[in-house]
């Protein structure tokens, strides 16, 4: 099976991103748009602060246990709302991918793990103002009693062979099927963060 890293669910080509933002974060002058030959950014027409829009960096566990693996169906409160998707979440500024790792599958699944390896590396466009990068994991099951939490509605054990239910993300459905067909644990991590 191919390696599929990146991930569009709209044509980003010619398409400017969209900012949440309008004013300077310093001064509070309304900013301008400026355009290099790939990219638009705004600017700060008085102080020059250029606000830079970055993708937001997040992590997803590949949770497996006994050949089963475990999904998640997300809330109807977030996005992709009543689908299903491997556990993770955003990383937070002040703390490292595989710390963020523990504590989003302990939020979402209240569960600890043991982190393994590192997988992939994804980048999803999933529309103009949402782009995201995202280290997914491969990890086992410590210890824990399942239980959904934070932007998770349900939780279920699937066999690593499917069927799966309606997935969120493509991303996903590629990386549980790369890991099924080849069974390539990826990169090892840090031993001081594979376990909290």
């Not at 299903?84 to 002040?94: A, K, N, R, T, V």
Request: charged letters at 20%; hydrophobic letters at 40%.
């Amino acid at each position: 099976m191919k390696t599929k890293q990146i991930f569009e669910t709209y044509n980003r080509k010619g398409n400017q991103t969209i900012s949440k933002f309008r004013y300077c974060p310093v001064c509070g002058t309304p900013c301008i748009s400026i355009s290099t030959l790939k990219h638009s950014k705004l600017k700060c027409p008085q102080c020059g602060f250029i606000l830079y829009q970055n993708p937001s960096p997040g992590v997803v566990v590949l949770i497996v246990h006994n050949d089963m693996i475990l999904l998640g169906e997300r809330d109807n409160k977030v996005f992709m709302g009543g689908k299903w998707s491997l556990p993770g979440g955003f990383i937070e500024f002040d703390e490292d991918f595989l710390s963020a790792a523990h504590r989003e599958i302990m939020e979402e699944t209240g569960l600890s793990i043991k982190i393994i390896s590192i997988l992939s590396v994804v980048s999803n466009f999933f529309s103009p103002d949402l782009h995201t990068l995202v280290i997914v994991l491969l990890a086992k099951k410590i210890n824990g009693a399942l239980q959904p939490g934070d932007d998770m509605a349900k939780l279920e054990w699937f066999p690593l062979s499917g069927p799966f239910p309606s997935m969120a993300f493509e991303a996903d459905r590629h990386i549980i099927n790369r890991y099924y067909t080849t069974k390539l644990t990826g990169t090892s991590v840090d031993p001081r963060f594979a376990s909290l």
